[in-house]
T-cell receptor, first 111, second 113 residues
Framework: NAGVTQTPKFRVLKTGQSMTLLCAQD?????MYWYRQDPGMGLRLIHY???????AKGEVPDGYNVSRLKKQNFLLGLESAAPSQTSVYFC??????????FGPGTRLTVT | GQQLNQSPQSMFIQEGEDVSMNCTSS?????WLWYKQDPGEGPVLLIA?????ELTSNGRLTAQFGITRKDSFLNISASIPSDVGIYFC?????????????FGQGTILTVHP
């Protein structure tokens, strides 16, 4: 099993550009999450999904959108990137509401 | 909202020494998790705790779920260089339908050979 994978690993965007981050898991987990990690801020939840076709807002959802069209995939979109969205983005999944397993992260820089 | 205070923020130790770190909360949690993050990688789950007073080991790591349900502790015995990384605690409160975790700020561990 690959576990949780994320693509791309690195990306540089200019302000105003858009992009989509892809998260995939092969553990048949129902729950999936998107976090951002910033120095001194720990991990903050952006959006989450409790099953295929469902999404909900986390702590810091502004400027992001998500979709969960397939159970194994969870997409995070930035419609108009801003420098404040420079961060490391982590996807995680869990079997119901228990331990979360994280992907390797995507490092995004917005100039 | 819920907050976790994790301490210490950083530790510099010699190889072979034991390490202790802890997390405290102003509110009760039903689950405590401990993760380790290596540079450039995602957090990896080390130990999960589900009952107050529970003591669980994973190799040289031992974690405890505090009796008050507002704290948790992680100990690493006989540290080795590969223990270097950032250790995060995370708590899950009762009544959260989607498994919302609150994370501590992390403890940066440096081990000198």
């Amino acid at each position: 099993n690959a576990g949780v994978t994320q693509t791309p690993k690195f990306r540089v965007l200019k302000t105003g550009q858009s992009m989509t981050l892809l998260c995939a898991q092969d553990m048949n987990h129902e729950y999936m999450y998107w976090y951002r990690q910033d120095p001194g801020m720990g991990l903050r939840l952006i959006h989450y999904s409790v099953g295929e076709g469902t999404t909900a807002k986390g702590e810091v959802p502004d400027g992001y959108n998500v979709s969960r069209l397939k159970k194994q995939n969870f997409l995070l979109g930035l419609e108009s990137a801003a420098p404040s969205q420079t961060s490391v983005y982590f996807c995680a999944s869990s079997l119901q509401a228990y331990e979360q397993y994280f992907g390797p992260g995507t490092r995004l820089t917005v100039t | 909202g819920q907050q976790l205070n994790q301490s210490p923020q950083s530790m510099f130790i010699q190889e072979g020494e034991d390490v202790s770190m802890n997390c405290t909360s102003s509110s009760i949690f039903n689950t405590w998790l401990w993760y380790k993050q290596d540079p450039g990688e995602g957090p990896v789950l080390l130990i999960a705790l589900y009952k107050a007073g529970e003591l669980t080991s994973n190799g040289r790591l031992t974690a405890q779920f505090g009796i008050t349900r507002k704290d948790s502790f992680l100990n690493i015995s006989a540290s080795i260089p590969s223990d270097v990384g950032i250790y995060f605690c995370a708590g899950r409160a009762g009544g959260t339908s989607y498994g919302k975790l609150t994370f501590g700020q992390g403890t940066i561990l440096t081990v000198h050979p």
